[in-house]
């Protein structure tokens, strides 16, 4: 059984005591001059905060495309990138870089080690997702492909899990943790729709859906038979 606890676009994985974030695309407001109320950095740090007071884990871990830009880190991302290390650091957190295909430039902005994969204390292994990781797991924390998924018309990120996906271990695909990158919806999706080689059959997958207002985490049967019942 997976012992996980899903919050707000990310997940917390007791057993090794770490929170796990993917997809946060700094700078993608600068590059497309989106207008955000909160303001990309604060929306992004203080989000992460949230997670680190509620869980106080031993790491974070940073799953790939940290960064937006592929040829350029400007001083704004360098100084948001540095923000998110800090809010670490104040909740005695390790920070933990993965590099994403997005991360080309981002020893620019992060000057200490990135990791093309990362194993956790109980030795899942978290990397970006978009190629075949060269470690080996019972479990593969990735991002990349941004899910999300549409009930009675409203949209939401979800947590993918899915048993024995890949190479017979279990898979967990996080959504974007930043909310301006756009998501893909999942509902209709077959293995080949997904970008992330770790996809070999999409239909095991289960969405599972954070409800805030509740206070709960709300698990949808797999793909293959949710395609049906949408």
Not at 26 to 50: K, Y
Not at 117 to 135: A, I, M, Q
Not at 205 to 217: C, H, K, M, W, Y
Request: glycine letters at 8%.
């Amino acid at each position: 059984m997976l012992s996980v606890a899903v919050r707000d676009r990310a997940v917390y994985l007791p057993e090794a005591d770490t929170v796990v974030v993917a997809d946060l695309h700094v700078g993608r407001a600068e590059a497309s001059d989106v207008s955000f109320p909160l303001g990309e950095r604060a929306d992004l740090s203080q989000r992460l905060d949230a997670l680190c007071e509620e869980f106080e884990p031993a790491e974070v871990v940073f799953a790939g495309d940290v960064v937006h830009r592929f040829d350029h880190v400007s001083s704004r991302v360098s100084e948001t990138v540095e923000s998110l290390v800090e809010t670490c650091r104040d909740a005695g957190s390790r920070p933990v870089f993965v590099a994403g295909n997005h991360d080309t430039v981002l020893a620019d902005a992060w000057p200490g080690d990135i990791h093309d994969e990362y194993r956790l204390s109980d030795d899942t292994l978290v990397s970006h997702g978009h190629r075949h990781p060269n470690g080996s797991s019972h479990l593969h924390v990735i991002g990349h492909d941004h899910p999300t998924i549409t009930i009675d018309g409203r949209t939401r990120p979800c947590v993918l899990y899915g048993p024995d996906a890949y190479r017979g271990a279990d898979v967990l695909i996080l959504p974007s943790f930043t909310r301006l990158a756009g998501g893909v919806e999942v509902n209709q999706m077959r293995a080949s729709d997904f970008q992330s080689p770790l996809v070999e059959g999409a239909g095991v997958f289960r969405p599972l859906v954070r409800d805030e207002d509740a206070g709960e985490t709300l698990t949808f049967p797999p793909l293959q038979k949710l395609r049906r019942m949408l």
